[in-house]
């Protein structure tokens, strides 16, 4: 199947199909089971500006709205992350007197707190009401709307421009991304940077990452889109740098054409992206087959522990764990539930697969023989917190580049 690029109205060419999928963070109560929303999870890539995404999509309102439940501040490393960030903004960013900074997605105020409390000016543009609230409760301001060019203009009117606008991992998610463009060329002061982290295009298919492929990750960036996608939109592309989150993602900053110097990390992502070929059709072949041989591997695993009569619980259910749970068809039978902290996903079922998610405390009180981590981009953590499971003899299966048992 085929469909018109979002970006630039080329060909997009499809390459890889995870079937019928629900919403990643459609975690349902479930007397709810009978109101899901199902669509086709399918990627291509255009054949003429090479921006990777989505064929089919959600409608935004029913991805974004008050029962949202990813929560940014779930994760000691994401808090540190962001607060590094805040502090960087503040340091090396803002020009003038009244430095202005905007957060688009900026969910629980995981970001924005920090500059709230140094008392620089902000704004957080957050259409999930639930989340808003929660960024308001540590004092950010927050118009509870979704950032487009409507928005932009009023922004503006009301505030002036920005000297930062600033995403993490919400970019990819706005399908109108020329509307989202045109806010941010109406929004952004005449020095001003456009800084954005996404899931990287590279990552995804080095590690075979393909839980990062979901309803709400509607791009799927590579430098060479991003510089692409800036040059039609009249800006440009000045830094991009490799950043730990969600196993690995790039940081892009955006100014306005001749404003900053292009750094050296820019022309040297592209081309180790032309060594690697992250524009050609054999690479996303190699992809899918590597995604059906993963696929295969787990669900034999899980059959093999089940036969033997050992115990597997589910560690983390991120957004991804309903990407691999409803592809490879794992339910309660191989996996009977997966722990979380989050509370708003605890008591509810994992949207499709329907595995119940309960508390982290579900898992320590009784030890399963195996542990299946779905939120394998904060491994490290979760092991240091969990190492009594291991000491107790219980190992953990991941299933990212290849499903293999520590
Ligand atoms: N920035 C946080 C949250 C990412 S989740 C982090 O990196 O962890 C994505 C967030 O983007 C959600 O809170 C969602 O409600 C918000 N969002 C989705 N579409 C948006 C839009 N058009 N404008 C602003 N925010 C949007
Ligand atoms: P994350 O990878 O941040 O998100 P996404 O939904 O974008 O893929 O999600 C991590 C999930 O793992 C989140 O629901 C919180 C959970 N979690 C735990 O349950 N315990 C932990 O110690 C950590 C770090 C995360
Ligand atoms: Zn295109």
Redesign the pocket.
Known sequence: MHITCRVCGGNVQEFVDLGRQTM??GFLRPEDIDSEHFFRLAVGMCESCTTVQLLEEVPQHLRYHNAYR??AS?????RKHFERNARRFMESEPTGPDPFIVEIGCNDGVMLATIAQAGVRHLGVEPSGNVAELARAKGVRVLNEFFDVKTAFAIRAEHGRADVIFGA?TICHIADIESLFLGVEALLAPDGVFVFEEPYLGTIVGRTAF??IYDEHVFYFTVRSVQAIADRFGLELVDVEQIPM?GGEIRYTLARPSRRTPTPAVNALLAEERTRRLAEPDTFERFGNDVKRVRGDLVALLREIRADGKRVVG??????CTTVTNYCEIGPDLVPFI????PS?QGHLVSGSHIPVRP?EAFSQDYPDFALL??W??AD??MA?EKSFRDAGGKWILYIPDVHIV
């Open positions: 990643a963070n990813y929560h779930g994760s000691e490393s994401h991992n839980d990062q969600h560690y983390g259910a991120p957004g991804k722990c979380d902290s989050t996903k982290p779905f939120a981009n904060h953590e979760i917190k």
